[in-house]
């Protein structure tokens, strides 16, 4: 494999990292351009054993050796990119304690009704998770791991969700990004997806602070053969709008405790509803 080794931050194959914007990267104008970054080599061997495209690898003079590995897997043709470490953190903006990035084409998510109607077809029994306004890409990518985790069949993502394929995102997910299909939902929100889920006999489940709010482990949140467990923002929660059109469920706490994290609640949300557990 050729590596290409770069002097020059003017390097106009350092664009991907170094120039263009978030807005930029994602190209809304031709979404089948699109490209993501991918930060760490395990975040990039799953995208990659997912069929992701790889466009380029931008690594560290001094991590070479170490990713012999990933190297190994890198495909012919897609460019290996190697700076100074001393160039790095200007080509990232931050210290790359990883040492490695990579430029690879972004996928285009289902519609909702694809993604619903496709897992209604291959499963009895379908776990969903709706996000609503989540704008912290940490919380993102740690909820997409969790369910990955623990049997979350897919996720859908409000029109103001944070973009899950950020870069941030895709390294906190450790690349479960790309194993957990998902969809952003379409059309009047929540409006439209409530009818697809209705359509589809999904029962609605809010985790929620409200008066009457089951106990997560109450039997009776189990028996549904088709669930979506809608999550909300981190600062307001879910809209009256959601919590209006479902059952609402708690995590019961101690010692004063009202509320978890997003990224921590719905770890437990999942592990409760959605994993299979052992007979």
């Known amino acids: 494999m050729e590596c290409m080794h770069i002097e020059d931050l003017d390097d106009p194959r350092l664009d991907p990292y170094l120039r263009l914007t978030n807005h930029q990267l994602r190209n809304a104008l031709e979404p089948e351009n699109g490209i993501l970054i991918c930060e760490s080599a395990i975040a990039i061997e799953v995208a990659l054993k997912e069929g992701i495209e790889p466009l380029s690898l931008l690594i560290e003079e001094g991590q070479l050796a170490g990713e012999s590995h990933l190297l190994s897997i890198w495909p012919e043709g897609a460019p290996v990119l190697v700076v100074p470490n001393r160039m790095a953190e200007k080509v990232t903006g931050y210290r790359m304690n990883r040492g490695i990035l990579a430029a690879m084409r972004r996928p285009i998510p289902p519609s909702a009704e694809e993604l619903i109607s496709r ?54 997910s450790m690349g479960t990004i790309f194993q957990v299909p998902w969809a952003k939902a379409e059309g009047v929100w929540p409006d439209t997806l409530f009818a697809l889920l209705d359509s589809r006999g999904f029962s609605s489940i809010s985790l929620a602070l409200t008066a009457d709010a089951l106990p997560i482990s109450d039997p009776c949140l189990k028996e549904p053969a088709r669930e979506a467990l809608f999550f909300g923002s981190e600062g307001y929660g879910l809209s009256e709008a959601v919590l209006g059109r479902t059952r609402h469920a708690i995590i019961p706490m101690s010692h004063g405790v009202d509320s978890l994290n997003v990224a921590a609640s719905s770890a437990v949300a999942f592990w409760e509803l959605c994993a299979k557990q052992p007979a």
């Open 119 to 172: 897992l209604c077809s291959e499963k009895e029994r379908v776990r969903l998770a709706v996000l609503e306004g989540l704008v912290d890409v940490s919380n993102v990518g740690a909820l997409f791991r969790s369910a990955a985790a623990l049997d979350v069949d897919g996720l859908i993502v409000s029109p103001d969700c944070a973009d899950p394929l950020s870069r941030r995102a895709v390294r906190v």
